[in-house]
């Protein structure tokens, strides 16, 4: 029998959004404890979208925005999307209808590629913006290290003599997070979605589910890698250090390697640049692995309030290529 609904995000209905989770390969952004983070940054209500079909259960995160009269919806921060357990022709029928029955003019959803069923949406609404790349850590260590190119090579080759001296205090970590985290986006000039508050940044570094290490010299941290996981995946989540502490962003990234692979994680998730082939995806090629297109859907649910929303911002709602919901983009005044 098919049908679907949607879990709020509360705390009565943690353990029904939790086992709607259990027995699907999904990442640290579908769980509940992630929605939660974001939404004590952006204060959004949240939901847990469910379809099933007999045997057949496919679920997707979504939060909805206020627009003057109008409501949109977007996946939470993370890579999350629509992890499911089998194909679905049908999937996409109710999960249009579903968002028309809500009154949403639109959504943005985010697509992890490990997770991607070609079976749940139209091609059309389908657009890449860049590559995400993966390790595969069934492979040795030995493996994974020759993956390097030469410059990670050298880094990482003194691991253990660096290892001795990182720091795991968590107490330690969360402070420098929080004292460092905003000047570095400023510094990397991060986009604004990722500028997250001192609560979610603080619930986040008190979860069972997240791996943290730090680096420095003997009486100053330098920098953190802070790093989430579900037993399907390893994503790396916060990359934080000042300037004198960059030196270090390799190390601590075999440390959390290594984190997943004790734990018997089998894949690892870098993330990607901002745009395909930057210099932020050029870095991150330097540590081997292979990459997946990141695909985001865009999807129109009412295309008369869509359109209206364009043509009072004066923007094209024809041209979905480009940032979206068009109304959304903030346009730059002329001095």
Known sequence: MKKDYAIPLCNESRSEWDNALKGLKHSFAHTWDNCYAMHLSTGYKTFLYCFEDDDIRIVCPFAEREYGKHKDIVTPYGFSGLPGNGDS????????????????????????????????????????????????????????????????KKQIKNFRRFESSFIYDRK?????????????????????????????????????????????????????????????????????????????????????????????????????????DDNLALSKARYGGYKLPFKSLKQIYDADAYNQLCIEKGIDAEDKSGYFPAFRKELKVES
């Not at 069923?117 to 790349?133: C, E, G, K, S, V």
């Not at 603080?202 to 100053?220: P, Q, T």
């Open 172 to 276: 330690i970590i969360t402070d420098f997070l929080l004292n460092n985290y905003h000047d570095f986006l400023k510094s990397v000039n991060a986009s604004e979605a990722n500028y997250f508050s001192t609560e979610t940044l603080e619930y986040i570094c008190s979860l069972d589910n997240v791996y943290m290490v730090g680096a420095g010299s003997a009486d100053k941290t330098e920098a953190v890698y802070i790093f989430s996981y579900t037993d399907h995946i390893g994503d790396c989540m916060f990359n934080i250090s000042v300037p004198e502490g960059r030196k270090y962003t390799s190390l601590l990234f075999w440390s959390g390697l290594k984190f997943f692979r004790s734990k018997k994680i089998p894949l690892m998730n870098l993330g990607g640049g901002l745009r395909e």
């Open 89 to 152: 022709k049908e999937f996409k029928e109710y999960w249009y209808d579903f968002m028309k029955k809500k009154n949403y003019v639109c959504g943005y959803i985010s697509i992890n590629p490990v997770f991607q069923n070609d079976t749940y949406f139209d091609p059309d609404d389908a657009f890449q913006t860049t590559n995400l790349f993966f390790f595969d850590l069934t492979k040795s260590l030995t493996e994974l290290f020759e993956d390097l190119n030469s410059n990670r």
